[in-house]
């Protein structure tokens, strides 16, 4: 293992789940827009299983993430932030972390408890077999708040990427837009 505190970059892995977090988070969202609208049963079946297989899948990459933010650590802040710059980039950070944990917890606890089967990637239903809905809905308030939330933090952190690229040009936002390379 590096010396985490000693990284000057990220590695190619963070970077590609970084990346493949963002696009199939997006994409999930996309899938769940429809669930607050009425829909016919099968259509809402079909579309909580292509929802939660899709999201069992960002909570793997969520592991893999959490493992490599482990290992490999993070690079430094640049020098010329404010103190209030780094502290509200770290708490911020730390929310991210946290809220889409909490997403996926949520999302979890919401759909063992659906009183139809839920059969992830068409085979596996994780559903526990509940017979009636409040349990279900219930949890699912958690997990829109926390959709609420996640959205809210990356709005802010996607400003401050275009902060650190197009203002205060130094090169936060590169290293991670440059996914191929890294300099750790
Ligand atoms: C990847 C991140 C995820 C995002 C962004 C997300 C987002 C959402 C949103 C916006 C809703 C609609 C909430 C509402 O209007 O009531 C929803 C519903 C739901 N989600 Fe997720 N979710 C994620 C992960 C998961 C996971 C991992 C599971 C389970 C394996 C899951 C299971 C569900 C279920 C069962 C519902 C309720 C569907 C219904 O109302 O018929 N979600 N999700």
């Not at 069992?56 to 209030?84: C, D, E, K, N, Q």
């Not at 708490?91 to 759909?111: D, E, M, N």
């Amino acid at each position: 293992m590096k010396d985490p505190a000693g990284a000057l970059d990220y590695s190619v892995g963070q970077k590609i789940v970084h990346w493949l977090m963002a696009i199939l988070i997006t994409l999930d969202l996309f899938v769940a827009q429809k669930f607050g609208n009425p829909l016919e049963l099968a259509d809402r079946l079909e579309s909580r299983a292509d929802h939660g297989s899709l999201g069992t899948i960002v909570a793997v990459l969520f592991v893999i993430r959490l493992y490599l933010r482990w290992r490999h650590g993070a690079p430094p802040l640049p020098g010329t932030m404010s103190p209030w710059q780094t502290t509200a980039a770290r708490w911020g950070h730390g929310a991210l972390y946290f809220l889409i944990g909490f997403l996926i917890f949520s999302g979890v606890a919401t759909a063992v408890n659906a009183t139809a089967p839920i059969p992830l990637f068409g085979s596996f239903d994780i559903t526990l077999g509940q017979v009636d809905d409040t349990t279900f809905i219930f949890l699912r308030q958690f997990h829109e708040f926390a959709t609420q939330a996640v959205i809210a933090l990356v709005a802010i952190h996607v400003l401050a990427a275009l902060y650190h690229w197009l203002i205060a040009g130094d090169d936060t936002t590169q290293k991670m837009l440059k996914f191929w390379s890294s300099r750790a």
